[in-house]
Nanobody, 115 residues
Framework: QVQLVESGGGLVQAGESLRLSCAASGVISVINAMGWYRQAPGNKRELVAAITRGGSTNYVDSVKGRFTISRDNAKNTVNLQMNSLKPEDTAVYYC?????????WGKGTLVTVSS
């Protein structure tokens, strides 16, 4: 079983930055993909950014150039640096990891961006 603990959410003003972190613990053999999803009220959960074990990344178009995902394979951590935040980035952000084809989810951390 894999447990994910997220940190770093909060309330900021538009244009400011936040850094989300997620640490995976438990019975871990290999973590393949790691990523961040978000879900705003009334919306479906969407992929924000993902990174493979080899470091390849992909981002949803709305955050390209503003967000950066990174991971530390030795520590089983994944981070999301969010710059130039916009009110439309307001959502609960969820950490996700994939290990041997199984998806694991964190409980989520709230990011609120005021205008």
């Amino acid at each position: 079983q894999v447990q994910l603990v997220e940190s770093g959410g909060g309330l900021v003003q538009a244009g400011e930055s936040l850094r989300l972190s997620c640490a995976a613990s438990g019975v871990i053999s290999v973590i393949n993909a790691m990523g961040w999803y978000r879900q705003a009220p009334g919306n479906k959960r969407e992929l924000v950014a993902a990174i493979t074990r080899g470091g390849s990344t992909n981002y949803v178009d709305s955050v390209k150039g503003r967000f950066t995902i990174s991971r530390d394979n030795a520590k089983n951590t994944v981070n999301l640096q969010m710059n130039s935040l916009k009110p439309e980035d307001t959502a609960v952000y969820y950490c996700n990891v994939v290990s041997w084809g199984v998806n694991y989810w964190g409980k989520g951390t709230l990011v609120t961006v005021s205008s």
